[in-house]
């Protein structure tokens, strides 16, 4: 027998979902003060979030403050030490020091480019190299190295009565008797 939609013994569509959402209903309505936990857990966490955005942004202010220092030393002319070479191998003309300024602040050269004036003391043939002298002291200059082998030649077997120019990089090396002495690895030498 087949019944009429609307009639009152006919089953409704959807009644069974109905009493399965009211079931459900039920279900999670003793879940309530548990949510009221989850609240605080929440809280909790969003407390500890903020307090590391708080962190993040002290170091993000420091990394900005160490970013502006080192733009402010980038503006900074070079010293001429820090001279680097033009294409060719020639280097800029720069301050020229002194054998007693380099001596004077040896820890400061030690490791970089320098241009040093001075008179030559003692030529070693077979180390190929000579000392720069001054009433401080004296500063051994290797040339083997040089690109020239004239020069090399040159420096081996002239007489140096007039001061030379020697640019090179400033190393310390094991002295010959007691302490550590300055040496330069001569890249350019004048005459």
Known sequence: ?????????????GG????????????????????????EELRKEIKDLKAQVAALQEK??????????????LKKPSSPVEALPLPGGQ??????????????SKDRYVGARVRVKGMAGPVMVH???LMLKSG????????????????????SSTPLDKPITVTGVVNLAPA????????INAEAVEF
Do not use: I, W, Y
């Open 136 to 155: 401080q002291g004296m500063v051994e200059v290797l040339f083997g190295n040089l690109p020239d082998p004239k020069l090399v030649q040159s420096l």
């Open 91 to 104: 280097f800029p003309v720069s301050e020229t020091l002194t054998v007693a300024q380099l001596l004077a």
């Open 1 to 13: 027998m087949h019944m009429a939609p609307g009639s009152p013994s006919a089953p409704r569509p």
């Open 60 to 73: 993000l202010n420091q990394v900005q403050t160490g970013q502006q220092v080192m733009l402010d030393l």
């Open 176 to 183: 010959r008797g007691a302490g550590a002495q300055l040496q």
């Open 127 to 129: 180390h190929k190299s």
């Open 16 to 39: 069974g979902r109905r009493l399965l959402a009211l079931l459900l209903a039920l279900l999670f309505l003793p879940a309530c003060p548990a949510a009221n936990r989850g609240d």
